[in-house]
């Protein structure tokens, strides 16, 4: 062998093991969500009955997340709950969808506000001013024996 092949073979084997270093983690770490990808399983929760929650008020609920998703400390979150019809409930998450401030709502504008970078929406989810890109998260809702529950985990986790 020739000392010309004999460095191109070496220069190739270098080459070749260079790329599997880098190519083979990069190659899992994009195909491993998709092994690991389980469908999310809905988490009913109450907030009350449908009567406990007059038409066109908004009201704070604070709802209890499941225990095992969070070990054994019984975590709580709050949500905006309101009305438009009688047909009709919307259940929003209190969380700004910019940085996940909380949010506050004021009886008198009708809007909610974020204290962390002036974030604003109305009384329908819908952005007015600030930096969030998009609408309030929704809860998925159901009515179910009188009572309205939410699909907590039909919004970011975050939220």
């Known amino acids: 062998m020739e000392r010309r092949s004999m460095m191109k073979w070496l220069v190739r084997c270098i080459g070749l093991a260079t790329a599997a270093m880098v190519g083979i983690p990069a190659l899992i770490a994009g195909i491993s969500p998709v092994w690991?990808?389980?469908p999310r399983r809905n988490v009913w929760r109450s907030i009350g009955p449908l009567d406990d929650f007059p038409i066109g008020e908004m009201r704070k609920i604070i709802v209890s997340l499941p225990e095992?998703?969070?070990?054994?400390?019984?975590r709580e979150k709050a949500v905006y709950a309101w009305r438009p019809s009688a047909e009709e409930a919307v259940v929003y998450s209190r969380s700004c969808t910019d940085l996940g401030c909380p949010l506050t709502f004021?009886?008198?504008?009708?809007?909610?506000?974020?204290?962390?970078?002036?974030g604003i929406f109305d009384k329908n989810g819908k952005r007015m001013a600030g930096p969030p890109n998009r609408p309030m998260y929704r809860f998925a809702i159901r009515i179910a024996g009188g009572e309205i529950e939410i699909d907590l985990n039909s919004v970011p986790p975050m939220a």
């Open 36 to 38: 690991m990808y389980r």
């Open 68 to 74: 095992e998703e969070w070990g054994r400390a019984l």
């Open 106 to 118: 004021d009886p008198g504008s009708q809007c909610f506000f974020c204290p962390c970078h002036g």
